[in-house]
């Protein structure tokens, strides 16, 4: 089966995509239609869904669900012989705009996209929200359906698979540790994965460095995508495809978000509308520090103080409000700093320019209003909100 079906690749290798043989589904869904085998004037058989012979555009993939690492890699095998090219979107679900928005960059620059659907435990803390983590499978499902026939619209690359394993597929030797330093098979950065996110998440970058080498081996992909939401975490991907000569690119793709400004992330569905309209604070104050720059400053202090300052403000507004009202929040850091290391700089190098970047922790509601929205989990998951800014360079 496989050597004819091969044959059968190589005297269509003018059509851009191709029906892939059932053994590669690992789980099939509702919106994939079952293979039916029709034949070609030469004798040779193929697989398609369309019952006449299709034009090159319906030999597109539909996408296609594995959970175990050898079905995907002999699709992905499949695929690098008919020439074909994968750009990776790592997730861990609960999908956004955001996450969309990086397939649609995928699909504009390759054939093919996997997207990747796990909540990986080992970069969160052992008293961090791994058991609260929003779970929508069958959600994040029809949002990758509904954009996998957009794309076949306009005929872009399509969403031709989704690798979704469990945790013993990806820790298949000892299971996943969070404490430090931890019993199992890592990946760590020094200093890098310890600074910022890393300094108040000890084991985060750890756990991320971790899957993310497991992920670019199981789907070797030319091309990964991620967000600049995560700036450290982009940091961290290029250094880590470098450090170890992996062959593939690193794409970052602009921040999604909302109209006010607020940064898309899996984690705003727990904030609920009172701790939303507050949780935009973070995003104020480094718009304040970028008009410093822009305006010429460049000392740290310069350029820091009025983020500083709004936060503290908008801080005491809250605090003065009655608990049914207010919606407060810790500041855990707003940072200036290089652009490769992360390290914290005293005065930006215009030839170089700098990072600006903050998180904020929004404090459970103390006190909720008859009816009010108070978001998944009913305001009482702290959630933390991250964001950044690039400076560019001056000259």
């Not at 012979?53 to 695929?79: G, K």
């Not at 170890?244 to 940064?263: K, N, Q, S, W, Y």
Request: charged share 25%; with cysteine; glycine share 6%.
């Amino acid at each position: 089966m496989a050597r004819s079906f091969s044959a059968t690749i190589s005297a269509m290798a003018h059509v851009r995509h191709f029906r892939v043989p059932a053994r590669w589904h690992s789980t099939s869904t509702n919106f994939l239609r079952r293979p039916t085998i029709f034949a070609l004037n030469n004798g040779r058989r193929y697989l398609s869904a369309t019952p006449a012979l299709p034009s090159p555009s319906s030999f597109a993939p539909q996408t296609q669900i594995f959970h175990d690492v050898a079905p995907l890699r002999e699709y992905r095998r499949e695929l690098l012989f008919s020439k074909r090219t994968v750009g990776l979107v790592p997730t861990m679900g609960a999908l956004h705009e955001g996450h969309l928005s990086l397939v649609r960059q995928a699909a504009a620059e390759n054939t093919d996209v996997i997207v990747t659907i796990y909540v990986n435990p080992t970069q969160f803390g052992l008293n961090e929200d791994l058991s609260s983590y929003p779970k929508t499978w069958e959600s994040d499902l029809r949002m990758l359906n509904a954009l996998d026939r957009e794309l076949a619209s306009v005929g872009a690359g399509r969403v031709s698979a989704v690798f979704a394993p469990n945790t013993k597929t990806m820790y298949p030797i000892l299971p996943p540790d969070s404490a430090i330093p931890g019993v199992g098979t890592f990946v760590e950065m020094r200093p890098l994965g310890q600074l910022l996110e890393g300094a108040s998440r000890p084991v985060f970058f750890r756990g991320v460095a971790t899957v993310c080498m497991k992920l670019f081996n199981i789907c070797a992909p030319e091309r990964v995508y991620f967000g600049q939401k995560d700036i450290q975490q982009t940091v961290v991907i290029k250094r880590l495809v470098k450090d170890f000569h992996l062959h593939m690119d690193v794409r970052i793709c602009p921040t999604a978000r909302e109209p006010d400004g607020l940064a898309l992330s899996s984690r705003n569905v727990y904030l609920g509308t009172r701790r939303r309209n507050v949780g935009i604070v973070l995003n104020q104050a480094l718009r304040k520090a970028e008009s410093q720059y822009k305006s010429g400053k460049r000392s740290r202090g310069d350029i820091l103080w009025p983020a500083n300052d709004h936060a503290d403000m908008t801080l005491q507004e809250q605090e003065c409000l009655d608990p049914s009202k207010r919606a407060r929040f810790q500041v855990d850091y707003i940072s200036l700093a290089d652009p490769e290391t992360m390290e914290e700089i005293d005065e930006v190098d215009e030839t170089r320019g700098a990072i600006l970047s903050g998180a904020v922790k929004m404090l459970p509601i103390e006190q909720a209003r008859e009816g009010e929205e108070l978001g998944v989990g009913d305001g009482l998951i702290p959630v933390r909100l991250i964001d950044n800014i690039i400076l560019d360079p001056a000259s």
